[in-house]
Structures are given as C-alpha cells and as structure tokens.
C-alpha cells in the first residue's frame, strides 16, 4: 500500500544530505579505502566522545555488539543473564547464543525493565543484567547500577534504540561493562546496511571486540587470540556515519518537536496512553513515539486504512514462540502493554502536512 504518511521514508532521507553523502562515496570508492581504513577509526573515536566512553568499536550490527560483550565479560555456558520480557527478540538471542539462560523480567509504564522487579530474578547463577533502552528512553540505571553492584553482576547495554539519550547527561552506552549500538538503516543513526558498535571505557574488552571482529586477529601483530568472528564494520558504512553522526544533535531536537506536537495533540484522549514519563533527568529522544491504544488492533488498522503507517511492535511477545524455548514467568504488564503498542511515524523526513494528516487521522478515529 502507498501510504500518504509512510512510517520512514528513506529516499526522502537520503536527499536531505545527498550533496554530502555523494561526496563521501566517491572519496572512499575513488581511495579505494574499503576495510578497517582511517575513517572506521574516525567514526569510532566520535562516536566514542559522543555518547562519553574511551573507546567505540564499529561492528557489523547491534546483535555482534551484544553478543561480543557478553563473549567479553566471559558468560557462558551454566550463566543466568537478565533481560526485558519486553525487546527485539536480537537482546534475548545474544544471551542464548552464548550458551548462557536468558531469565526474563517485566516492564513499566516506560517500556523498560523495571528495576523493582530485578532483585526477585536474581539467582546463585546470575552473572549479568542487560536494561535494554527502548524507543529512545533508558532504562533507570541509577537504580539498575545499584543493584547490579550489590550482587556482583555485569551490565551489558543494550542501547540499540537510544543513541543520544541520557540520565542527568550521562549517555546511554556510558554506564555499564558496554554499551551496544544499532546502525540499522531505520535507527536513529542509521547507515545503508547493517552496522553495530561497542561503547566502553574497558581497555581489555575494546581490544577484545577489536580483535574478535576481524577472526581473533590483531591487526597490528597478526597474531591470533581466540576464535574470532567476522563482524567489522565496513569502512564505506563508517563513512557514511560519521558524516551522519554530525547531524544527530539536530535531528534529535527535530524528533523531540514532533512528539511535543503529539503530546499537545492527544493528551486529552483518555484512551490513548503517551509515551511523556516524569523521571527527573530522563532524556527521551524520540528513537519511535510509541502510544498505547486502548483500542488496539482497530486503532492500528484504522489508521493504516486512512494512509498512516504504523508498526504494532510486538503484538506477540517474543517469549510466546515455542521454538525461541523461553521460561514464561508471567510478565502482566509486557502481557497488556502488548495488545495495546502502536508507533507512530517519527522521522526527520516527515512534512508539517504529513504530521497534521497523522494528528487528524489520530483524532478522526476517537471521534467515531
Ligand atoms: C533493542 C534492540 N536490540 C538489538 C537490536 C539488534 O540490532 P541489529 O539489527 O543491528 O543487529 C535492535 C535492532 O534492531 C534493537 O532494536
């Protein structure tokens, strides 16, 4: 279907900085600097001083940069590592595919882990804590932090979906062992492929992951430390973000005038729950606005029908598939929270006339 508001729009995005992108290409194409070249290094050291670690290494995706850090703090085989029950099914997949039990915790109001409900999780075997940052919103790592000191545990971040948004000005990506970033085209920071990255102030882990993306090799000795992986990110997509990465600042403060737009829109509609917390020191940036509709289905179809692209991510927890083999423990609010999610299209890209067709749609459905 051709929606009048698609929920992004990425040859619109790409011609908002063409002249610059297109300038990009033919340096790498024309140097022919394709792998682990100076502008990987450039990207990492920006986007490093960006989000307040020492060190950034560029990987192929969110998911290698969840599952190295893991590989890093050495969890493995007869661990217990916590997750949201709530989350893209690639946070969950990176503990099992460690070896280690993924043991699932409920949400908040926020989306996110709640911390109230981690302590109850916690077992002889756990060895990890991985908040995941959902929407652009983080999770309440003052508190998360805390605990995890108080019983030893390691907390691997999956920030995937917050690049940019901090607690009290420290970065999503600057509090746990690491910080694990998504450059999918659709992020916040998105490349023209996949893409990931590790944030981190760990010496030993940045070579660690430096060294496991390239097949254990360190490039500088070609010496072999372990059996690696091939998951570097590609010099072209370093490029091409770091160019991006400039403009995120702006997009963000771009992203945060269409959700107020929205707030102001809908906030009297007693049936629609807005994703605007009071947490002193939060910052949202808007990764996806993401509303619950007491309506559900009927919201997101009638929109979809009146030309509003909507994602209802994720209808069905991921918990609830049977091959995934997960441990349901009865996570009420994920439970509720999954019948009613509807994101709304939020994107840089997006006109003045396409977000009143949104808000109109929006109001034209609690008006029947
Ligand atoms: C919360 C979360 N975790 C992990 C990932 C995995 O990232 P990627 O698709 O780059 O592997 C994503 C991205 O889709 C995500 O949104």
Redesign the pocket.
């Known amino acids: 279907m051709n929606y009048k508001v698609p929920f992004v729009d990425p040859a619109k995005n790409y011609l908002l900085l063409k002249n610059e992108l297109d300038a990009v290409y033919k340096d790498v194409m024309s140097k022919g600097d394709l792998v682990y070249r100076h502008q990987l290094k450039s990207f990492e050291e920006n986007l490093a001083r960006f989000v307040g670690t020492k060190y950034a290494v560029g990987l192929n995706?969110?998911?290698?940069?969840?599952h190295l850090s893991l590989r890093a703090a050495g969890i493995g085989e007869g661990d217990e590592v916590l997750v949201p029950a709530h989350?893209?099914v690639?946070?969950c997949s990176a503990i099992v595919n460690v070896g280690a039990t993924a043991v699932l915790v409920d949400v908040g109001k926020d989306f996110n882990m709640d911390a109230s409900k981690i302590e109850e999780a916690i077992s002889q075997k756990t060895k990890g804590i991985m908040p995941?940052h959902?929407n652009g919103y983080m999770a309440d790592m003052p508190a998360i932090m805390k605990i995890a000191a108080k019983h030893h545990l390691i907390v691997v971040e999956?920030a995937?979906?917050s690049l940019g948004s901090t607690i009290n000005g420290k970065g999503a990506g600057a509090w746990g062992l690491t910080g694990?970033f998504?450059?999918?085209p659709f992020?916040i920071l998105g490349g023209y492929g996949?893409?990931?990255a590790i944030t981190t102030n760990d010496e030993t882990v940045a070579l660690f992951a430096r060294r496991m993306r390239y097949n254990g090799e360190d490039r500088d000795t070609g010496e072999y430390h372990g059996h690696g992986f091939t998951c570097i990110l590609d010099n072209l997509q370093a490029a091409f973000l770091d160019l991006k990465l400039k403009h995120l600042s702006e997009w963000i403060n771009i992203r945060k005038s269409i959700a107020e737009k929205y707030r102001k829109e809908f906030s009297d509609i007693p049936d629609l729950l807005l994703p605007h917390y009071s947490n002193s020191g939060f910052d949202h940036i808007y990764q996806n606005y993401v509303v619950r509709s007491k309506q559900g289905n009927d919201f997101s179809e009638y929109l979809k029908k009146n030309g509003v692209e909507v994602l209802t991510q994720f209808r069905k927890p991921y918990y609830k598939y049977e091959s995934l083999k997960l441990m349901d423990r009865g996570f009420p609010e994920t439970e509720q929270l999954s019948k009613e999610v509807c994101s709304l299209p939020m994107n840089v890209e997006i006109t003045a006339e396409q977000i009143q067709h949104v808000i109109e749609t929006v109001r034209g459905f609690y008006k029947k």
């Open positions: 995706s969110g998911y290698d940069a969840l989350t893209f690639a946070s995941v959902l999956d995937c979906q694990c998504s450059f999918y992020k996949d893409g990931g």
